[in-house]
């Protein structure tokens, strides 16, 4: 009874800020993301009758016992889990992570969970991680703790973008995403962002439909300076950006205003994602790694959902 | 028919960003600003019968009309003026500047105007230039043209607070104070924004009556935060921050919370200006000028409006 998943990290254009529930995850609103290719945890869960105790930590013990109540066992699990890139500089690592926990081990539990079902347990580990489950680009809706899962609404060789992500700092976050989302709803412009969302994801969805990049792009950046601001003006502020983030989003601004077209997207965390064309991604790279500040650029694409390997 | 007069920088703790009449340059929102002592503009104005000109740049010529109609008069002027900081970095000169023209040039007209009439023909020169005209701490309200002025709510011998003045860049702005403040009603948070700032001034007005520095520094704080929250979410968003500028923003938040407080705010622009108490002045001026990209950092205190030398 063992089984070894690849999730992907994904990268949210319409991003989620504070939850409408935060035992079961459920978000305020809507987010709609995709997956990377090459960025994500590989991990495996092997279920076995001579263990006493989990050998997982306590987030994943946690995890674990959702499987086990479905399964309708007790058997103790070993879980081995590693991320393919730089660990606690806010690239998401508990989205992928638990996308991969949660498909290896409802498959080492012969658990055949359909991909709604698969992202919705998801969901219950790390909201977003319920992103990392379905193929491509992924939207999450709100709604009660049946309805809020996400969805494939575009495959992953439907558009050929590349993503560069730009890993500016090993920092580690003073404020974690968890305890930053509880005071969400202390900032005075909350109301009006959740209000908001439901007109981007339509806007964004039709960016997405006609491969109009440019929109795309920047819906996807405005929708990234929104949340910042939300966090801004927090109680307390959350100021996530360092000095390079901003070197990095200033730079990518003026190239474009020179004509080389990417947008940035900032998560939860320091670190920025640059999407751009293929024909532009050699020059980006480039220019990226010349940014005073900027530690390494990897370059990856639109991918898949989580995979048993 | 000469006089001299020399007007202050002033930095708002309660900002102002978007008119509700541009021509008149009423805001939208009323602001609560201090004068520095140091920093600021000299100008001299003699009108001169043998002119056939202004000697004046164009924005100055405008605001000579308005006094002409006072002064009833038809002469033309000489106008000199000095900046003692370095220009076009964003510290407001066009603030300093307007209100020691104004006082200048009605002195020399030998029109006798109160403070208040003084404010309000400031304001229509450039907005925030009214808050140069009072003494020390000055309310501008908003309100119709002979309403909207600036008035002094405590002297500036009131409260012994210092103010560094940190320089980081002599990078122009890509987007002037009055082409942004066009725009700010694009912003979602507009609105919300202004519908809460007279309950800011209230407590803001408490804090300071208290010299209360913890309270009056956090809502300084959050003002700033909550402005340029405004500003980046803006179309097209307004990024006015340096990676310097939020380097030091870090800092002031990590030595407060290591003990050494201090407050920062940022204008229209990339300098940032830390408020403390005269205990700490050293100390942090030192500290600010090691942090990297720091050019220079001018040490101020709270001082009185425009006077004539």
Not at 147 to 175: H, N, T
Request: hydrophobic share 45%; with cysteine; proline share 4%.
């Amino acid at each position: 009874m063992k089984a070894t998943a690849f999730a992907p990290v994904n990268v949210a254009a319409i991003k989620y800020w504070g939850k409408a529930d935060a035992d079961l995850r459920l978000p305020a609103n809507s987010s709609l993301s995709v997956n990377l290719t090459n960025l994500g945890t590989t991990t495996t869960v092997e279920w076995d009758k001579n263990l006493t105790a989990d050998i997982a930590d306590n987030r994943m013990v946690e995890h674990l016992d959702r499987v086990r109540e479905i399964a309708k066992f007790n058997l103790k699990a070993r879980v081995e889990t590693k991320n393919n890139f730089p660990a606690s500089v806010g690239l998401s690592s508990s989205a992928s992570g638990m996308a991969a926990l949660t498909l290896a081990a409802t498959a080492a539990a012969n658990l055949k969970l359909k991909t709604k079902d698969l992202s919705r347990l998801a969901r219950l580990a790390s909201g977003s991680a319920c992103r990392s489950i379905p193929d491509g680009w992924a939207e999450w809706a709100t709604g009660n703790d049946q309805a809020s899962y996400a969805k494939s609404i575009f495959p992953a060789d439907f558009w050929d973008l590349r993503v560069l992500v730009v890993i500016l700092s090993q920092e580690k976050k003073k404020v974690s995403s968890t305890a930053g989302q509880k005071m969400a709803f202390t900032s005075p412009f909350y109301k009006a962002r959740v209000a908001a969302i439901p007109a981007k994801i339509t806007k964004i969805k039709q960016a997405i439909a006609k491969k109009n990049f440019s929109l795309l792009g920047q819906i996807m950046e405005e929708d990234c300076l929104n949340m910042h601001a939300v966090m801004l003006t927090q109680r307390p502020p959350l100021v996530y950006w360092l000095p390079e983030t901003v070197r990095v989003m200033q730079a990518v601004r003026q190239w474009r205003r020179q004509g080389l077209e990417s947008y940035f997207t900032v998560n939860t965390g320091q670190n920025v994602f640059v999407f751009c064309r293929p024909r532009d991604e050699v020059r980006l790279t480039a220019r990226l790694r010349r940014l005073e500040g900027v530690k390494e650029v990897r370059r990856d694409q639109i991918g898949s959902g989580a995979k048993l390997l």
